[in-house]
């Protein structure tokens, strides 16, 4: 079974070119769930697709590169949704997945286990499946993760609200 930092090399192995383009700067300052940039979350969907693959026994059925790519790039669309551009934003869900599909192909030579597993990857809130098992994980893995970080994202919210509401608390009985 493969350790965390394994992974972490395997992602990083495979997804160097990806992680270095200089759009990656967009992913980097842009929010994808709560305060979780489209960057982390993109390298956690990644990890955690690898780790299916592993767990599972995957080996001999999966493209590991080509897993790798299609989780780094799924939500490669470039933008931040949360940005008021005049309401272009308000279909995100359905169409982001063409819109990183788009931008992928402009900046990276990708096969079509690639392209068809960004395409599909908000199955079934977009209408066609995945057509490869690669597709199908990237799917398990981006949903696992945004839940995962949507929750933890809201946790240290309640964390740091409840703190600096002791932080005044402290502050009025000093004065007092
Ligand atoms: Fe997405
Ligand atoms: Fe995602």
Redesign the pocket.
Known sequence: MLSRERIDTIVRHYGRDILKHEHMEIERRSL?HGDVTTYG??LR?AALSVWIADRLRLWNCVDLRALVRAALL??YFLYDWHDDDGGSHRLHGFRHPYTAEANARADFELDDVVLNSIRT?MFPLTPVPPRYLEGVIVNVA?TV??VQETIASRLRRVRRTRAARKHEQVGERCRR
């Open positions: 994808q979350h993109s969907v799924h939500d990857h981006d993760s945004a």
